[in-house]
């Protein structure tokens, strides 16, 4: 019994853990998937960033562990937190190589790679780089070897290694060049001339307002703001900033609605370069306020650059002094050194134009030493020779000259590199364009000779080919031909046989027809009652009126329609005709026009004219020159038949509704499935509006 109980436990333990262990994945991917939400402020998705990874290892989930290490270290690297973001890279990549995977090995060595090259260590950041660039290649991810080659050779650039740096950037513009349609706006575009920045942004607008349009017409609206953004970026870069004002409004509503970063300082780089300071200074501090609610370090930092520089254009010193200031504090904090030199830098300017030169020396000299250990050679050359000015403005001419000097050597340098990099580049375009064309004319003249080997050898296999074919098609069409030949005659005598068939089915329908209306008409003289008499007559009429059609279709050679023009006036005279008692002063008009119907409906509608003629003829106007005017014709807009007739007689018929319209109604409604219509302005008319069976 004991014994019993225990396993029930112990079974009810291991499921409890179960749920709950897959309760806790569910956790991790959810807190995962909340991380990666832009609406979110930056700390709650670094929060919901640090929960997923907390339920990731209680379930021991290594993949996801993995994943979320790795997008730790990006979110901490986007805020400025090196260390935070080494450390989980780091864990990252030491998980993936246990797991052995690949793809997030290669992203952790990338963005170590990043992390080291933001605080300027070059070496170490060169490091990383190349094992990325070994991984990705590995996986044959080229879009990602473009981007690690360019961030080298941006490195090589800054640091004078101008042959690594030419290296690097060929081959990350000819890796994007096998890519058709890629694009990654990470790497900077280097145009060799103002009209070849123009051309090129002038297509990418063109491309980008047909994007727009087709974007208009989905919900999506972060598609919307994404294409909106760029249209606005294409006119900024063409240098209309009126026309690139209206898109970028509309972009940050839409990421405003997402709860995105609104990108409000776009909006004021543009009012900017039109002079529109105010609007300028108004969306730059919305942009720094929603930068410090939502953003990380490195925007913030970017925003106060940007509004010290609006400032600075103002020649508002002290101000443009003031941000600078704020964004160099916050590039050291960060340990962002090469941005510290150069808020430095901008500060000092600020300081020489308030002409306080001896504030501005130290700040140079500190800026320089950072731009001397990090290597950089070209913000070492701007900064020397900014340091001779002030030592200039000092009077300190000796100090000034040898620094000037030092500037002058590093410019040279520089422009020396920066030429053997334009000519590099401008070499190994036209060399392997050149290559280029030397493959091309070997592939043709390879593929002419072995065309013509092929053509030699194809030539008599052709020709006996086509005469097979044509021997073959020949002989199928021939016997095709007497096929269908003898299929035409058999068919032919068919129907010439049913044809004479159904003219004897008529005519013998006809002759029925014909007896009974005699046998009606011998009748009718006995009966003495004239209601009775008066029914007669109308079953007459209307036996008649099915007689009529079969011996039209009986005489004419079409025997599926009816000719209307000569069914109408026959069937209206013999219906006169039986009623000459009362037709004396009757005038019949018949308005002709080529209607043909089918069988059905020239029955029914000949029922329903012989209903309605003997109606105007009986009741419309006995004492008075009746017309009666009558027809089929078709209405064009409604794209219907319209039959009518009308008379100028009385309307007295209608106020009691007789059995005879009672008829008429039901016939236009269930066998022409159209519909009747009265009027009783001038006499009476009546219209039934119907479709024709095709």
Same mark, same amino acid.
């Given at each position: 019994m004991i014994?019993?109980?225990y396993?029930l436990?112990?079974l009810f333990?291991?499921?409890?853990l179960?749920?709950?262990?897959?309760?806790?994945?569910?956790q991790?991917?959810?807190y995962?998937?909340q991380?990666?939400?832009k609406?979110?402020?930056?700390?709650?998705?670094?929060?919901?960033?640090l929960?997923?990874?907390?339920?990731?290892?209680?379930?021991?989930?290594d993949?996801?562990?993995?994943?979320?290490l790795?997008?730790?270290?990006?979110?901490y690297w986007?805020?400025?937190?090196?260390?935070?973001?080494?450390?989980?890279?780091?864990e990252?990549q030491l998980?993936s190589t246990i797991?052995?995977?690949q793809?997030?090995?290669?992203?952790s060595f990338h963005?170590?790679g990043?992390?080291?090259y933001?605080?300027?260590k070059f070496?170490?950041a060169?490091h990383?780089?190349?094992?990325?660039?070994g991984?990705?290649?590995?996986?044959?991810?080229?879009?990602?070897?473009?981007?690690?080659?360019?961030?080298?050779g941006?490195i090589?650039s800054?640091?004078g290694?101008y042959?690594?740096?030419i290296?690097?950037?060929?081959?990350?513009?000819?890796?994007?060049?096998?890519?058709?349609?890629?694009?990654?706006?990470?790497?900077?575009?280097?145009?060799s001339?103002?009209?070849?920045?123009?051309?090129?942004?002038?297509?990418?607008?063109?491309?980008d307002?047909e994007?727009?349009?087709?974007?208009?017409?989905?919900?999506?609206?972060?598609?919307?703001?994404?294409?909106?953004y760029?249209i606005?970026l294409d006119y900024y870069?063409?240098k209309?900033?009126?026309?690139?004002?209206p898109?970028?409004r509309?972009?940050?509503?839409h990421?405003?609605n997402l709860?995105?970063?609104?990108?409000?300082g776009?909006?004021?780089d543009?009012?900017?370069?039109?002079?529109?300071?105010?609007?300028?200074?108004?969306?730059?501090?919305?942009?720094i306020?929603?930068?410090? =609610?939502?953003g990380?370090?490195?925007?913030?930092?970017?925003a106060?650059s940007?509004l010290a520089?609006?400032?600075r254009?103002?020649?508002?010193?002290?101000?443009?002094?003031a941000?600078?200031?704020s964004?160099?504090?916050?590039?050291?904090?960060?340990?962002?050194?090469?941005?510290?030199?150069?808020?430095?830098k901008?500060?000092?300017k600020?300081?020489?134009?308030?002409?306080e030169?001896?504030?501005?020396l130290p700040?140079?000299n500190?800026?320089?030493?950072?731009?001397?250990?990090?290597?950089?050679i070209?913000?070492?050359?701007?900064?020397?020779e900014?340091k001779? =000015?002030?030592?200039?403005?000092?009077q300190?001419?000796?100090q000034a000259a040898v620094?000037?000097?030092?500037?002058k050597?590093?410019?040279?340098?520089?422009m020396n590199?920066d030429?053997?990099?334009?000519?590099?580049?401008?070499?190994i375009?036209y =060399?392997?364009e050149?290559k280029?064309?030397?493959?091309?004319?070997l592939?043709?003249e390879?593929?002419?000779r072995?065309v013509k080997?092929?053509?030699?050898?194809l030539?008599?296999?052709l020709?006996?080919t086509?005469l097979?074919?044509i021997?073959i098609v020949?002989s199928s069409?021939f016997?095709?031909?007497?096929?269908?030949k003898?299929?035409n005659?058999?068919?032919?005598?068919?129907?010439?046989e049913?044809?004479?068939?159904?003219?004897?089915?008529?005519h013998?329908v006809k002759?029925?027809?014909q007896?009974?209306?005699?046998?009606?008409?011998i009748?009718?003289?006995?009966?003495n009652?004239p209601?009775v008499?008066g029914?007669?007559v109308?079953?007459?009429?209307k036996?008649?009126?099915?007689?009529?059609?079969?011996?039209?279709?009986y005489q004419?050679?079409n025997i599926?329609?009816?000719k209307?023009?000569?069914?109408l006036p026959?069937l209206t005279n013999?219906?006169?005709s039986?009623l000459i008692?009362?037709?004396l002063k009757?005038?019949?008009?018949?308005?002709p026009?080529q209607v043909?119907?089918?069988?059905?409906?020239?029955?029914?509608?000949?029922?329903?004219h012989?209903e309605l003629?003997?109606?105007?003829i009986?009741?419309?106007?006995p =004492?008075?020159?009746?017309?009666i005017t009558?027809g089929?014709?078709?209405?064009?807009l409604a794209?219907k038949?319209?039959y009518?007739i009308?008379?100028?007689?009385?309307?007295?018929e209608?106020?009691q509704?007789?059995?005879g319209?009672?008829?008429?109604e039901?016939m236009?409604k269930q066998?022409?499935?159209g519909?009747m219509?009265?009027?009783t302005?001038?006499g009476?008319?009546?219209?039934?509006l119907?479709?024709?069976?095709n």
């Amino acid at each position: 019994m004991i014994r019993s109980f225990y396993n029930l436990w112990l079974l009810f333990l291991l499921f409890s853990l179960g749920v709950n262990a897959q309760n806790g994945h569910e956790q991790a991917i959810s807190y995962y998937q909340q991380s990666l939400d832009k609406g979110l402020p930056f700390q709650q998705t670094v929060r919901n960033g640090l929960k997923a990874l907390g339920y990731s290892r209680a379930n021991r989930a290594d993949s996801l562990t993995t994943i979320v290490l790795i997008h730790l270290g990006m979110l901490y690297w986007h805020d400025g937190q090196f260390d935070k973001a080494w450390r989980y890279l780091n864990e990252g990549q030491l998980l993936s190589t246990i797991r052995k995977d690949q793809f997030n090995q290669a992203k952790s060595f990338h963005y170590k790679g990043l992390v080291q090259y933001y605080r300027c260590k070059f070496d170490s950041a060169l490091h990383w780089y190349n094992k990325a660039e070994g991984a990705y290649q590995k996986l044959k991810m080229d879009s990602s070897m473009a981007k690690i080659k360019s961030h080298k050779g941006l490195i090589y650039s800054a640091t004078g290694q101008y042959r690594l740096a030419i290296q690097n950037t060929i081959e990350s513009f000819k890796l994007q060049e096998s890519l058709p349609g890629y694009r990654d706006m990470s790497i900077p575009i280097q145009f060799s001339s103002p009209s070849e920045e123009s051309l090129y942004y002038k297509s990418k607008l063109e491309k980008d307002l047909e994007s727009l349009r087709f974007v208009q017409l989905s919900d999506s609206e972060e598609k919307l703001a994404f294409t909106n953004y760029n249209i606005g970026l294409d006119y900024y870069h063409l240098k209309n900033y009126d026309g690139s004002l209206p898109y970028f409004r509309e972009a940050s509503s839409h990421y405003q609605n997402l709860h995105e970063p609104s990108f409000r300082g776009s909006i004021a780089d543009a009012h900017k370069q039109l002079g529109n300071y105010d609007s300028a200074l108004y969306y730059y501090n919305q942009w720094i306020k929603e930068v410090r =609610e939502r953003g990380t370090q490195i925007h913030l930092a970017a925003a106060y650059s940007n509004l010290a520089d609006c400032y600075r254009i103002q020649k508002e010193w002290r101000s443009a002094y003031a941000w600078f200031a704020s964004a160099y504090a916050l590039n050291k904090k960060m340990g962002l050194r090469r941005s510290e030199a150069q808020m430095g830098k901008a500060m000092a300017k600020m300081l020489i134009q308030m002409n306080e030169w001896r504030k501005a020396l130290p700040i140079i000299n500190n800026s320089l030493q950072i731009a001397t250990e990090i290597g950089c050679i070209r913000d070492m050359q701007e900064l020397l020779e900014l340091k001779s =000015e002030i030592l200039l403005s000092m009077q300190e001419y000796k100090q000034a000259a040898v620094t000037l000097q030092q500037s002058k050597l590093l410019r040279d340098n520089m422009m020396n590199g920066d030429s053997q990099l334009d000519v590099a580049r401008l070499q190994i375009e036209y =060399e392997s364009e050149k290559k280029s064309r030397d493959l091309q004319t070997l592939k043709s003249e390879n593929e002419l000779r072995e065309v013509k080997i092929k053509s030699q050898k194809l030539q008599i296999a052709l020709v006996f080919t086509i005469l097979c074919l044509i021997t073959i098609v020949g002989s199928s069409y021939f016997y095709r031909y007497r096929k269908n030949k003898k299929l035409n005659r058999w068919l032919q005598v068919n129907n010439k046989e049913k044809e004479v068939l159904l003219h004897e089915i008529h005519h013998r329908v006809k002759n029925n027809l014909q007896i009974i209306s005699s046998l009606i008409n011998i009748l009718s003289p006995k009966i003495n009652e004239p209601q009775v008499k008066g029914f007669l007559v109308d079953l007459s009429n209307k036996v008649h009126v099915m007689g009529l059609v079969h011996d039209m279709l009986y005489q004419q050679e079409n025997i599926e329609r009816v000719k209307m023009d000569t069914y109408l006036p026959q069937l209206t005279n013999s219906v006169a005709s039986s009623l000459i008692e009362v037709s004396l002063k009757r005038v019949l008009v018949f308005l002709p026009t080529q209607v043909e119907l089918t069988l059905s409906h020239a029955l029914t509608l000949g029922l329903i004219h012989n209903e309605l003629l003997t109606n105007s003829i009986k009741y419309a106007c006995p =004492e008075e020159v009746l017309t009666i005017t009558y027809g089929i014709d078709r209405d064009p807009l409604a794209s219907k038949l319209v039959y009518f007739i009308q008379d100028n007689g009385t309307t007295e018929e209608l106020i009691q509704p007789s059995f005879g319209m009672k008829f008429v109604e039901q016939m236009t409604k269930q066998k022409l499935g159209g519909e009747m219509r009265i009027t009783t302005d001038e006499g009476m008319k009546v219209q039934i509006l119907f479709n024709d069976k095709n």
